[in-house]
């Protein structure tokens, strides 16, 4: 696999643990409670999850600021977002700061592992990394069905937008987001800003809106979302986050944020199996193992932001 698991060292008993990963020593604790009642799946599990798939999640976390989903009790119990970096953090753990708020770093695989122990099932960085946080490393679509249309009909817009991309000469990757949408991950790496990369996504979205109105929507409108994917371009902002690819997200099953291939898509679209397009993190795991990291290529490939009007 990726990465080994973390090595386990009892304390004294009663006080908890530690855990050895990669030359750290990080406090665990309530490795038996169950975060996923459906599943019975364990705080433990999540915890060796995130250590083994650290070697392919941590480059795309690497200097982004990360904002945490943090579900204490379990999934079905209630969860809060933690943008400021939690005071009792290892010294080790780096932050970056943005207006007022200092965010956590990953920059490391045990630093993966002590958010797992603060049940952070979810990690969401921003599209930027420092010292530049102005400058976005990709242009996303996150694509966000309205019921009754599904990851299916969201995989009927994805190739909508890859084959409104090509032409342009921008290529971009395809992942799950692990709950009901998928998102498109356009790489550039090529110094733009969000003041290019936001009206370039609207417009995007709104081209396509225009083209197949019966499938498309461009604009958050409740009243108007049955049915329709939402193109939501708004993500393309210094102030937003999207979950990280590998993250595991605080659902009723421990689905994870998976990248897939146009394969892939075009084999699920053909079959009209939908779950062809979501995956558990056993199912990550050995699709890690086989494939490696579907996604690396989004991390240097660079590419020119093309001009587009809607």
């Known amino acids: 696999m990726t990465g080994a698991a973390p090595r386990h060292r009892s304390r004294k008993k009663g006080i908890g643990s530690t855990v050895g990963v990669a030359g750290r020593q990080v406090p ?53 977002f933690e943008k400021n970096c939690p005071s009792h953090k290892p010294s080790w753990v780096g932050t970056v700061k943005m207006g007022e708020v200092n965010y956590c770093l990953v920059e490391e695989a045990a630093t993966l ?21 102005g400058s976005p490393t990709s242009v996303v679509f996150d694509l966000d069905p309205g019921p009754p249309a599904d990851v299916l009909t969201c995989a009927r817009v994805a190739v909508l937008v890859r084959d409104l991309l090509a032409p342009l000469g921008l290529e971009c990757w395809a992942k799950t987001s692990g709950s009901k949408g998928l998102q498109l991950y356009a790489p550039l790496n090529s110094g733009a800003t969000y003041d290019r990369t936001a009206p370039f996504a609207k417009a995007v979205a709104q081209l396509l809106e225009s ?24 993500q393309n902002a210094a102030s937003k986050t999207t ?11 421990p689905l994870v944020s998976t990248p897939v291939t146009w394969d892939e898509v075009d084999e699920a679209l053909s079959t ?16 890690v193992e086989r ?20």
């Open 28 to 80: 665990i604790s309530n490795l038996d409670k169950v975060l996923w009642p459906a599943t019975g799946t364990t705080k433990g599990e999540m915890i060796g999850y995130y250590a083994r798939i650290a070697p392919a999640m941590v480059p795309h976390l690497a200097g982004r600021a990360v904002t945490l989903k943090r579900c204490p009790d379990g999934v079905e119990k209630g969860s809060f």
């Open 113 to 133: 592992v002590w958010l797992a122990n603060l049940a952070a099932i979810e990690l969401h960085p921003t599209l930027a990394t420092r010292p530049d946080l």
């Open 211 to 234: 083209r197949h109105g019966e499938l498309v929507l461009s604009y958050q409108l409740r009243a108007a979302r049955a049915g329709k994917v939402l193109i939501d371009w708004s």
């Open 243 to 253: 979950v990280c690819v590998y993250s595991l997200r605080a659902r009723p099953r």
């Open 272 to 287: 009209g199996e939908a779950d062809r397009l979501s995956f558990d993190w056993q199912q990550v795991l050995d699709r």
């Open 291 to 310: 494939y490696g990291d579907l996604m690396a290529e989004v991390l240097d490939r660079e590419q020119d932001l093309p001009l587009l009007r809607s």
